[in-house]
C-alpha cells in the first residue's frame, strides 16, 4: 500500500511544474565536503544546468543525514526529497525535462553503461584514496569530515564511516588492491571515455546528456582538488579531450554563476 | 526469660528491596505491647551481642551502621523495636534475600543477668541474577535480557545490565550504584547506555548513546540529585514522508549538561494519595562542559492533596517549563517540550499541542499546564476493602498552553503569548492503580480552546503512565 501510495504521490508532484524555491542540499563547501561528495554534487550542478532548471545551492553540515538515501546531494522540490543523480534524473524525467530523450536506443543503453563504469571505476577511486589510502585519511578525510563535530564525535563518526566504506571496497574486491592499481583502473576508465569523445563537443554530439554532468563532476573534481599526491590529477590531465571537455562544460554552464563564489574555475593546465 | 521470636512482626517484603512501595495503606506496623508483656516493659535489659548468620561476602562495617541502634535499646520492648529497625534498614540495602531476627537471653561465662543477645539470620541475595522476557508492542517485538550483580564489593553496590533485542532496534544500559555506608539515600551511580526511541507524533527517530554520573543526598526534607551526562545523539526521520522541518534536524549531536533536580515529597503514595504536596524542580544547563548543544532548561511541577468529604480527595497540579537556546543555534527538536496526551492535558492527542509542519510536532520552548482533579471512591463501593480500593473516579479540569517564544520580546511578551490561545479540557472517568508506580486512565474528556493544527481525541480517551498531571 505504501509503495503505491508514494509512487503515486510521486506522479502527482511530477505533474506540477518545476518551482521557483527549489534547492540543492549539499556539504559543507569550504571545511567539510570530501573528493566523492563533491564530485556527485557537481554532477547533479551540472545537470539541472543543463536543463535550465533553476536550483538554490544551500550548504548545510548534516546534508547527509537530511538525505532520504544517506547519500549527497539531494533536492527539495515542492514536498519532494530526491537523492543521487539517477533519482534526480528520474524526476526531473517526469517533470517533463531531459536530457536524453533524443538518443536511440542503442545510444541510451551505451550512455548507462558508460555512466556504470564511471561510477563503478571513478567514484570507488575517489572513496578508495579518501578511505583507504592512510596518509590521506589521516590528514585531508577525518579532519574534514570530523570537522562539523565537537571531540570526540568528530572521531567517532569518521572512523564509522572509514570502517563502512572499507567494508564495502572489501565486499566489491577492492580491499586488497593497491594504489598503483586503482590508478591503473582509472587510467583505463579515462582511457575509454577519451576514446568515446573522440572530437565530439559532447559524448553524444552536439548535446549534452546525463553521462556528459558525471563525467564533467568526477573530471573537474579530480582535476581541482588539492589532494597530498596529484598522481589522480595527472592521470586524467594526459588526455587532452577531456580537459577541454570540463572547461567547455565549466566555461558554458558555470562562468555566469561565477561571481557566487562557490567554484574556484581555474583549471590546473 | 524465654525466647522471643521478632520474626512475624510484619509480611516479609517478597523482593526484599521495595522499601519505596508501601501503599498508603500500609504504615508501618509498630510493635504493640501485649497484655503479659507488659512486666516485662520496664524491666532493663542490656544487649550484650550481636550475631548475624549467613554473613559471606558483605562487609561488616556497612552492618555495623545498620544495627548500632539496637545495642542502646534500655527494655525488651525497645529491643524489639529497634531490632525491627535495623531489620527494615538492612532489607532496603537490597541485598538480603530475607532477615530473620531472633532475640535471646545471654548465653556465656560474661553474660549479666539481664543481658540479651540479638541474632540476625540472614540470606544473602545470589551473586548473579538474572532475568529473561519478552515484550510485543509499538509494532515491534523485543527480547530483554537482565543481569543483575547485587552487593557485589560487598557494600551494597550494584551492577546492574538490561539488554533488550528487537526486531527494530536494540538497546542496552550497564549501570554501577554505590550507597554511602550508613545511609543509603546518599549514592552515586554511574550509567552507560544506548536507547532508542521512536516518536510518531513527530516522525522522529532519535538513538541516543550516553554516559552519566549521578549523586543523590538528602538536604532536611529535601532530596537533591546532581548529574552530569554526555549523550551522543542521533536523529533521524521515521519515514519518508516526515515534513521537512523535521529532515533538517536529523543527523549528529553531543550533548554534554550538567543538571539539579531537587523533590520534596510529603504525599505517602505517589499514584492516588489522599494529602501532602510534592515540588519538584528541575535545571539543566547544557553546553558548558562540551558538546555542541547549548540551552539553559527549568523546569517544575506542583502537586497539592486535600481530603474531601466522604473520602474523596481533591488534588491539584501545575507544571511549567522554559528553555532558553544559548547562542544563535536554535533548540533542536530533541530538547524541546511537548504536550498533550492523556498523561497530561486530555483530550489531546499524545503530544499533539502547538508548533507543528505538516503534521509533525516540533515542540515548544515554554510550556504550562495545571490540573483540578476530584478523586472519589467508585458509586456505591463495590469491592470495598480489597479489589475496589484500586479504584477512583474522577472529575477533571486541565489546561495548558505550548509555544515558542521569540528571545528579545521580554518577559511581558513571553507571558502574553502564554497566556494566549489557551487549550483545556474537562471530562470524567476511572482510575486505576497499579501497583505504586503506576495507573491507568479510562477518561470521557471534552476538549475545548482547539487551535488550528492540534491533534483532538474527543470522547473516550485511554491512558497509560507513570506521571500524571
Known sequence: MSLAAEAFVTQIAAAEPWPGNAALYQPLKEEQILLSD????????????????????????????????????????????????????????????????????????????????????????????????????????????????????????????????????????????????????????????????????????????ELDALVFGHLFTILTTQLISDELSEKVKSYSNLISFCRRIEQHYFEGRAKDATFRLSLIS | MGTVHARSLEPLPVSGPDFGA????????????????????????????????????????????????VFKAKNLIDVMRKSHEARE????????????VLIDTCQGDDALPNGLDVTFEV????????????????????????????????????????????????????????PQPGHFERNVSLNLYKVTGQFPWSSLRETDRGISTEINFPILKTNHALKWEGVWRELGCLARTASFSVREESG???????????????????????????????????GYTGGNVSFLKEDFEVQLNRPFLW????????????????????????????????????????????????????????????????????????????????????????????????????????????AECIRWSYGAGIVLRLGNIARLELNYCIPMGVQSGDRICDGIQFGAGIRFL
Not at chain 2, 540470606?123 to 535480557?145: A, C, D, F, H, I
Open chain 2, 123 to 178: 540470606m544473602e541475595l545470589r551473586r548473579l541474577t538474572g532475568s529473561y522476557n519478552t515484550m510485543v508492542g509499538n509494532n515491534e517485538g523485543s527480547m530483554v535480557l537482565g543481569l543483575k550483580l547485587p552487593n557485589i564489593f560487598g557494600r551494597a553496590e550494584k551492577v546492574t545490565f538490561q539488554f533488550s533485542y528487537g526486531t527494530k532496534e536494540t538497546s542496552y544500559g550497564l549501570s554501577f550504584f554505590k
Open chain 2, 22 to 69: 508501601l501503599g498508603e495503606e500500609a504504615e508501618l506496623i509498630e510493635v504493640e505491647p501485649e497484655a503479659k508483656q507488659e512486666i516485662l516493659e520496664n524491666k532493663n535489659v542490656v544487649v550484650q551481642h550481636v550475631h548475624f548468620d549467613g554473613l559471606e561476602r558483605t562487609k561488616d562495617d556497612i552492618i555495623m551502621y545498620e544495627i548500632c541502634d
Open chain 2, 311 to 418: 473520602d474523596s480527595v481533591f488534588s491539584a497540579s501545575l507544571w511549567g517549563g522554559m528553555l532558553v537556546p544559548i547562542g544563535d543555534k536554535p533548540s533542536s527538536i530533541a530538547d524541546r517540550f511537548y504536550l498533550g496526551g492523556p498523561t497530561s492535558v486530555r483530550g489531546f492527542n499524545m503530544y499533539s499541542i502547538g508548533p507543528q509542519s505538516e503534521g509533525d510536532y516540533l515542540g515548544g520552548e515554554a510550556y504550562w499546564a495545571g490540573g483540578l482533579h476530584l478523586y472519589t471512591p467508585l458509586p456505591f463501593r463495590p469491592g470495598h476493602g480489597g479489589f475496589g480500593d484500586l479504584f477512583r473516579t474522577h472529575f477533571f479540569l486541565n489546561a495548558g498552553n505550548l509555544c515558542n517564544l521569540n528571545y528579545g520580546e521580554g518577559p511581558k511578551a513571553h507571558l502574553r503569548k502564554l
Open chain 2, 89 to 100: 534498614k538492612l532489607l532496603r540495602l537490597g541485598i538480603f534475600r530475607q532477615v530473620e
Open chain 1, 38 to 209: 563533491n564530485a556527485a554534487c557537481l554532477a547533479v550542478q551540472a545537470f539541472l544546468q543543463m536543463c535550465s532548471l533553476p536550483v538554490q545551492l544551500v550548504h548545510r553540515a548534516n546534508a547527509e543525514y537530511m538525505s532520504p538515501s544517506g547519500k549527497v546531494p539531494f533536492i527539495h522540490v515542492g514536498n519532494q526529497v530526491v537523492s543521487e543523480l539517477g533519482p534526480i534524473v528520474q524526476f526531473v524525467k517526469a517533470k517533463g525535462h531531459s536530457l536524453s530523450d533524443g538518443l536511440d536506443e542503442v545510444q541510451k543503453a551505451e550512455m548507462k553503461a558508460y555512466m556504470e563504469l564511471v561510477n563503478n571505476k571513478l567514484l570507488t577511486a575517489e572513496l578508495y584514496l579518501q578511505w583507504c589510502d592512510d596518509a590521506t585519511v589521516q590528514e585531508i578525510t577525518h579532519p574534514r569530515y570530523g570537522s562539523p563535530y565537537p571531540w570526540p564525535l568528530n572521531h567517532i563518526l569518521a572512523y564509522q564511516k572509514q570502517w563502512e566504506v572499507r567494508r564495502k571496497m572489501k565486499a566489491i574486491g577492492w580491499g586488497c588492491k593497491s594504489f598503483d592499481q586503482v590508478l591503473e583502473d582509472v587510467d583505463q576508465c579515462c582511457q575509454a571515455l577519451s576514446q568515446r569523445l573522440g572530437t565530439q563537443l559532447y559524448f553524444f554530439n552536439k548535446k549534452p546528456t
Open chain 2, 252 to 286: 549528529h549531536s553531543l550533548k554534554s549538561s550538567v543538571s539539579h533536580a531537587m523533590v520534596v515529597d510529603s504525599r505517602k503514595s505517589s499514584i492516588l494519595p489522599r494529602q501532602g504536596a510534592l515540588l519538584k524542580i528541575n535545571q539543566e544547563l547544557a
